[in-house]
């Protein structure tokens, strides 16, 4: 994606999602898992954003966040439909129907996302019902044209969900979600349940695809070499919150936070003469209902510094690229560690 023209697609402001925690018959509150906590970004139109960190950081029900598939608990998401940002946490029901038209999500288990009992005509004709399209010609047209666009026969149609393989099944979870035109595709671990030789395939296919139709795409995986082909940028997380967020080139070249330095550092290199030396962090990732005080990562850092028990570090631009670092080693024109 070109960097420069960019426009805001999703202004994300101070987003919060905090689940309560309850104890006995009354059910009171005793605490709260803090899955995503005082996150804030923009996210540009037409670029892929790809979101890594381990288990429970967050960044799946910061992806259901965008679809309001699971409502915030606090902030603002603004969404750009051409008219201005409005507040998606605000929208009412007509509002959120026709919002879910225009961000889609493609789920990790293409097994079960497709109903065993339906046809896939039945799966495919359904959405396009809800949505108002109420000319079989008109709706057959529709799946007809993004059943090409993933390389699947029209007359599969006909078939149930079980007479297809995995990558087959994902495309057509992926052909089903693009029924509806949308601008924006959230893909939730898209290719982690498919065999390594079907992966590539359809990653390149949802290349293709977001180049002819113009997509915004947000690209949440655990796997790293995965998530650099796909994003234009990526954002790290660590419990709830955005440690780094630079552009794809620059986070695997110059990574700056030591979370992220550790998590490239597990990256296997396709030479048998290339050396990386691993960094094994060391200390067990705190509970996102008791975090630490001050940086939620200094129990594992080995650059741990006294004011980072105690104050938690404001993610801040850094260098001249647009990288962003939640760091106190790169604070106030710190320069970090090389
Ligand atoms: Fe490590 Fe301190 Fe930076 Fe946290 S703020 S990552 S503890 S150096």
Redo the contacts with the bound molecule.
């Keep these: 994606m070109s960097t420069e023209k960019k426009e805001v697609i999703f202004k994300i402001q101070n987003l919060q999602t905090w689940f309560p925690i309850t104890k006995g018959f009354r059910k009171r509150i005793v605490g709260y898992v803090k899955a995503v906590d005082d996150v804030s970004l923009d996210i540009y139109r037409g670029e892929t954003l790809g979101i890594v960190g381990e288990s429970g950081c967050g960044k799946s029900t910061f992806g259901k966040n965008m679809m309001m598939l699971e409502r915030p608990t606090g902030g603002q998401v603004l969404f750009n439909d051409g008219e201005g940002g409005r507040d998606i946490t605000q929208f009412n029901r007509e509002e959120m129907f026709a919002f879910r038209k225009k961000v889609q999500m493609v789920f990790q288990d293409p097994y079960s996302a497709l109903n065993p009992q339906k046809k896939i005509y039945e799966a495919f004709e359904e959405p396009l019902k809800t949505h108002g399209i109420m000319s079989r010609e008109e709706r057959e047209k529709i799946m007809q044209r993004v059943l090409a666009m993933v390389n699947i026969q029209p007359d599969y149609l006909m078939r149930y969900p079980h007479e297809f393989s995995g990558g087959q099944r994902q495309r057509l979870c992926i052909a089903r979600a693009l029924e509806v035109m949308p601008e924006v595709l959230i893909c939730d671990e898209p290719v982690s349940a498919l065999d390594v030789s079907i992966q590539a395939q359809v990653l390149n296919l949802m290349k293709e695809i977001q180049k002819e139709l113009k997509l915004t795409y947000l690209f949440i995986a655990h796997d790293l070499s995965v998530v650099q082909y796909m994003s234009d940028r990526i954002m790290v997380m660590y419990l709830g919150k955005i440690v780094e967020v630079a552009d794809s080139r620059t986070l695997y070249e110059k990574p700056l ?3 992220t330095r550790a998590l490239l550092s597990a990256i296997p290199i396709p030479d048998i003469h290339g050396v990386r030396k691993r960094q094994i962090l060391e200390g067990e990732v705190p509970s996102p209902i008791h975090k630490p005080a001050g ?1 939620a ?2 129990n594992r ?1 080995p ?3 006294d004011v ?1 028990k105690t104050t938690d ?1 404001k993610l801040q631009h850094y260098g001249e690229e647009e990288q962003q670092v939640a ?3 790169y604070q106030n024109g710190g320069k970090g560690e090389q």
């Design positions: 936070h030591p979370y940086c990562f200094h850092c650059h741990c510094m980072c570090p760091c106190h080693l």
